[in-house]
């Protein structure tokens, strides 16, 4: 029980099932830097089940100045083991290891020790290695997350084939009230209202939800041949039709709160355009025995709506003026309806399941997709290869960007010609206080290489940020190493607990003007 | 080479600005999630003189991001482990200094000559009442304040700077959600309200004795009639039985059967609805203290599945489960009130949430309202914000970096900034340019406002403690109208007479005691160096339910005053509620929100409104939240 007691503030937010998902979750780090550090600090707190540094460096003076798990007695040691040592301390549940080899040896000739994690987080890795790492990641679909703090300045990509979101969680998700389209029992209960009989109590009682479909319908069969109020004249039309049913308007909530959404409420019934995408992908279309659980439901999902032409429904209903007993027999049918809606989708899910050779899928897993069926979501990366080779780079994109004043996009140009000087001359621009003068100008031509590669404008990247970067030498500060961090280790969260929609796919921070933008490269 | 620990930080930020971190003095109010990553990235980043300061002891909830603390340290002091995990693991420790009080930031002992000292003060605070208390000593003894906050996956920092910036309440916070008192003691209709008459409840029975907690009358046992009408009074005589029996049989007598039969006698109440039914203790109970019935329960919809750690308590108990745990959690807590005296009600007290999720659970079953479980009741009445780890990083990093604009004095540089939780209209970080100090706002800008209350009804104890100290957050006020001193609080110098006579006094009815309508009240603040002058009017109805009070920054007339375009459109704002339900927030509320949807140029912090197109998505950050 104490655990749940630790973790009670972050359950609120991802509930069990994101805490178990996270407790299942093996993550490996490569490169113990500060930024890194951080990263897994924020993701052992909350209980990850374990975690591996990979790093073949010793622990430098550097090191002690911006990471703040490090301290003198460390000097000269294996950073992966004393990083590692560390987190440990912030979370006994979370098992800890360390691997003291060198990144880009462990992938050039042992790249099967990245199979066993659920995700890996790249720090520092030259272009090469890290190309050669994302390859394999992707073929195994294993999520990477590569980040940087260079300076002032924050990058972060993340790379994941396919990342399927149950529950993304929307922040003002819209109530399933089928007042436009009412299933057959709330129509049945709106027949059945009759408001001349109410005294004024009652009157000022009735839920707005029943009143709204009593009224539409009355409206459309009195005064629109039948018809529902579609132009902006038939809907004003029917608003007034609406208020003139109340006795009086200034003191009954139960209609202003009808007026209040009238709007929303008179939006013909239509299910996202995201979600018919989902519905319409390939991947539904050809379901086998090895189809993932997500990719059966959506089949399922598709047939469903071929059927009924509409979703099957959430089936709860917002706290709205009403008196207890209305108030409990709606709640009643919708709820009714969705446990019908639920077993004939898991009816369809089941047979679907049974055609395929696949095992069943548990029946609260079906019950928890049915219930986000209009917040499905899906991302698809693009691969780091495709961003990385001409042919294929978003080249008329990061124009369009980089035309725009002060883009952040800029950094993202001269961080990977960063990692060109490093392949040219075995080192970092700057990284000699004595030098960075004269790399200046090595960087620039790496720069000028790389925008023709992309073949964008070299005009596009100004000196400036050049010798900004330059001047940075390399370094990490521990304040844009933390930020990096949380950002980081909150988009991992995402991926590991498939709740809430991920950044796709690259963010670049600006800590000079505490700009950030996200990018789709 | 530890010489030049910090070459990386004058390298980047240049040797001027290092210098200044160097020397600068701080103030970190708080010493919780943020306070924790503060503290961390102001130490690394080079700061060596820096005063924290937090009330609090750590608690094993915190474990899950306030990383300086462990199990070990649970019930210590925040601030004194904070500075102590800093300094252990920092390596230069004895180059910096780091003085942590375990106290109150509202006392004397940091009043606003404490604040002068400083070059800069950050809070990492999780209430309303600290922020706006340190908001108003740093406009006072104009030292930059950097004001922030998280909630689950929402943050928001912000640079307060005198006649520069809008301050901290130039922006009118939301009044905390209030239920009428009926609502609560006789009629309810949804869990909340037995939740928050559950709280107090436990406060009547446990706490100090508040003659404003009207929830019950442990030995009235009038059913029907008055009390002053001694012919036709019916009288539970079951109660003073109960009594003779045992505590917990007495309280659960009073509050389940006597207090719920007085009620169901009522008819009127109950015409639409069924009527509330009286429990009795015997026959839930057999002799030797064993159930002997179960009742059917009315259930929260669907929550009844599958297994896990900890889902016990996201189950919804049973109603006989429900009994028991009321019973015995009376039983311990009143030991423990003979013990220790009066308790205050936490919600990280598994004791003291039992009691609150049996008894409101019970009294739902009573009133026919869905019963909740203990994990939705921990939230309800405990008023929590969910907080991780991964937010508080991202804003402490924001924070120092305001901090190096201010100590640079680059004020036109300094942005308000919001993260958002997920990337909305392309951005997760939001940042946008402080608006202006308010015209109209009462305290950085007029120190003026209009009161609307019953003058007639309303005693000075009231005026004190609900609108000047709970809305108003004043701490400690002194009240004057024209050149008369009508009241002065602090008790260490009166003497026994002295108090008597002033409680006296705060019993009068404020029309009664020089404050009739149309009175212009000046109120000061010594500890917050802060005066303000309010207009009563006298009124006797509002527009809500339980609203007794109305207060506006605005001066009596508004349309003249009112040349401000950032809200004039929204003036009526009565309609708030409708978009805070589902928070149901009890003690502090949702004051701020940030308008996602619209694009970077139009983007700005909104004053909560109703909401009046359908496409407008609106994040709502609580400043209730992390520390």
Redo the contacts between chains.
Sequence with gaps: ?????????????WG?EGQ?RLEKSHICLINGTATGT?TL??LV???IGGFTVVDGNKVS??D???N??L??SCLGLSRALKVCEFLR????RVKGSSCEEDPVHLINEKISFFKEFDLVIANRLPEAALTTLSQYLWEHNIPLVVVVSY??IGYLRLVVPEHQIVESKP??PLDDLRIYNPFKELEEMADQLDLKSLNS??HG?VPYITLMVHLLKKWKVDSNGGKMPSTRDEKESFKKFFISNANSFQDEENFQEGV??I??VLQPYSVPSDIVAIMNDPKAANLSSTSDDYWVMVAALKKFHETHQVLPLQG?IP?ITA???SYINL?KIY?EKASADLDEFTSIVNSLVSSVGKTLIPS?MI?KFCKNVRFLNLVRYRSLVDEFTPATARSAYMISELEQPDSNLVFYIVLRAVEKFNNIYNRYPGFN?EEVDADIPLLKSCVTSLLNDLSIPTTLVKDDYITEIA???H??????A??????T??EV??LITHQ?????NT?I?N?I??????YKL | MTDNKFQNIIDTLGIDTFEKIRSAKVLVVGAGGIGCELLKNLVLSGFRDIHIIDLDTIDLSNLNRQFLFRKHHIGMSKAKIARESVLKYCNNSDDIKIVAHHADIKTHEFGPNYFKQFNLVMNALDNLSARRHVNRICLSVDIPLIESGTAGFLGQVSVIRKGVTECFECIPKVPPKEFAVCTIRSNPSAPIHCIVWAKMLFGRLFGLADDSNAVTDMDDNIVEGDKDDTDNVIRDELLPLAKQKSYEQWVFHKVFYTDIDRLARMTELWKEKKPPRPLVYDELFSPDGQQTTTTTTTTSNGINSSSGRGLKDQVVMSFQENINMFVESIRKLQVQNEQNGALTWDKDDNLALNFVVSASNIRSHIFNIPLKSKFDIKAMAGNIIPAIATTNAIISGLIVLEAFKVLNNEFDKCKSTYLLKQPSGKRLLLPIDPEKPKSDCYVCSQNFITLKINTKTTTLSQLLNDVLKKNLSFHDPILTVGASLLYEGGDEDLSKEEIEERNKLEQKIIADYKMPDNTILNVEDYLQNFKVSILIIHCETFDEDGKWFDISGKQKDQSTNNNNNHDSNNNNNNNTEDDLDDLEIIENPVDMQIDASSDKSTAKRKEIESETSDSTKKHKLNENNEQ
């Design positions: 029980m104490t655990d749940t007691e630790k973790y009670d503030r972050q359950l609120r937010l069990e178990a951080e600090k924020n707190l909350p209980g003076a550097s002690l100045g911006n703040f798990f301290d003198k301390e912030l979370n006994d300076g002032y922040d003002t109590q009652q009682h209040k959404g709007w929303k709860t706290d008196d207890t007993i709640q709820h609260e019950k206080d001047r940075y030498g370094c990490e500060l521990h304040n844009i933390s930020l990096m961090g949380g950002v280790s909150q969260i995402k809430y929609v991920p950044l796709d963010f921070f800590g003007n505490s700009t950030a933008n996200p």
